[in-house]
Structures are given as C-alpha cells and as structure tokens.
C-alpha cells in the first residue's frame, strides 16, 4: 500500500476566535471542528478507491465536529446521508486511528515520502491552529517539491500558510488559483455570530496566492492548479473528492 497512503491532516481545535464581540469588543471562542461534509466525502471516495488514511493533527487531539455541520439543515434534511456519514466517521475513529491521530512532529521526512498525497478538510477549527504551525509547513512543503496531489476545502486552504513558518519561510502557493470559503461567505457568519472572523480568502490573496471567487465558488465549482485541488464550501465536497482520487491514481 506505500503508493496508495493518503494523510489527512485535521485540526485540534474545537473552537476558533471571534473577535470584537459583545460590548467591550473582547475576542471569544466560537464553537467549532471539522464540517462532516467536507471530511467524510472525499474520505469515502478514498476508502472506495482503495486508499489507506493516515490522521494527523498538531498535537494528536481527538477532531471534533463543528456542531453547525452534524445538523438536519446541514444535509438538506438528509437523514440517511447524515447517518452514513456519521457512521463512518464513528468507524474511522475505531479502526483507522481518528480518536487518536499522530501528531505532526512525529511524522519524519523519511514517512512522509510514503504518502502520494495529503487533504486538509474544512470547517473553521484550522483558523485556531493550522495556519503558523511550523510542522504543519515542513509537511506541506514536501507535498509541493514532490509535486503530490494536495486538496483542500473550505477553510482548509488556511493551512498553507504555514508554509510561511517552515524552510525559507516563503509562501510555496504563491501565484496558484486557489479557492477557499470566501469573504463574502464570511461576512453573512460574522452577522449571524455577532463578531469577527479571520478571513482565508483575504490572507491568502495577501501572501500572493490568486484567489478563484464569484459564483462558482458558492455554486461548489473546484480549482486545480498543478498539485492543488480547493475547493469553497460543503457543495464542493463531492467534486473535490472525485478530481482528488482523479490525481492520486495519474
């Protein structure tokens, strides 16, 4: 299996920073994880496809949901959809190691070189954790000079910038079309939660990546460019996990 291992690498937040709410404008924690969707799609495609998974995480913490993605309205009251997915997530965690992932500074430069790629899946957990976290960075930047499939969703693609915190400290996406949940979608959260939320689109765009926005990324359209695969939301799920497996098995 050493040509078919995919890592996954998870956040291990269960909140993210809400910033200037409530009266004196204090930062809070929001409630957070990993979104369902966007980790158990693409997983399934994996699995189906023959794929051995590997989790990781900054420090080897159980993911959590995000508790907006396990809802009926998440899954167009889909209960069956949500039950599977929720049963496979239950199985990942009793025999592929999701209780307990590896922690990303165990994963040495020689194991790395047994993956043929890696997905980061959204939610918005990673604002919390992933985006200055220097293993994270060392591990991405393998994926990017070996030229291995590399897909992210949502708010997943705020990893890559701690390629910032690795090597030669610069970003390794710079000029790649990127699509992440944009600003816009941000700002409709920011009125429902009542605060400020760090924006992927914008920092990305700001470290020099070239961000894919307008109607196809709420539409759940993909971006590929070289090894990259992003997609902006849960719509994107499916697609993104098919055009992943697509570029595993090329």
């Not at 997530?89 to 047994?114: T, Y």
Request: negative net charge.
């Amino acid at each position: 299996m050493a040509n078919k291992k995919v890592l996954i690498i998870l956040s291990d937040a269960n909140a993210f920073p809400l910033h200037n709410t409530g009266n004196t404008g204090e930062t809070k924690d929001q409630p957070s994880g990993f979104f369902l969707i966007e980790l158990a799609k693409p997983l399934q495609k994996l699995l189906d496809n023959g794929y051995e998974v590997t989790f990781a995480s900054p420090e080897g913490k159980e993911p959590q949901p995000d508790p907006n993605s396990e809802t009926l309205l998440a899954f167009a009251g889909n209960y069956l959809e949500r039950k599977r997915e929720n049963e496979l997530i239950e199985k990942m965690k009793r025999d592929n190691g999701l209780a307990r992932p590896k922690k990303l500074s165990e994963i040495s430069d020689d194991e790395l070189k047994s993956y043929t790629g890696v997905f980061l899946p959204g939610g918005h957990a990673p604002l919390a954790d992933l985006g200055d976290n220097p293993e994270l960075g060392r591990i991405l930047r393998h994926f990017h000079a070996e030229h291995k499939p590399t897909a992210a969703i949502c708010h997943g693609p705020y990893a890559f910038l701690s390629t910032q915190y690795a090597g030669d400290k610069d970003f390794i996406y710079k000029g790649y079309k990127i699509t992440s949940w944009s600003d816009n979608e941000e700002k409709m959260m920011e009125t429902m939660l009542r605060g400020e939320v760090d924006k992927v689109e914008s920092q990305l765009r700001e470290a020099g990546a070239d961000m894919q926005t307008g109607m196809g990324e709420k539409m759940g359209y993909i971006t590929v460019d070289r090894e990259v695969v992003s997609g902006g939301n849960p719509l994107a799920a499916n697609s993104l996990g098919d055009k992943f497996v697509e570029m595993l098995k090329a």
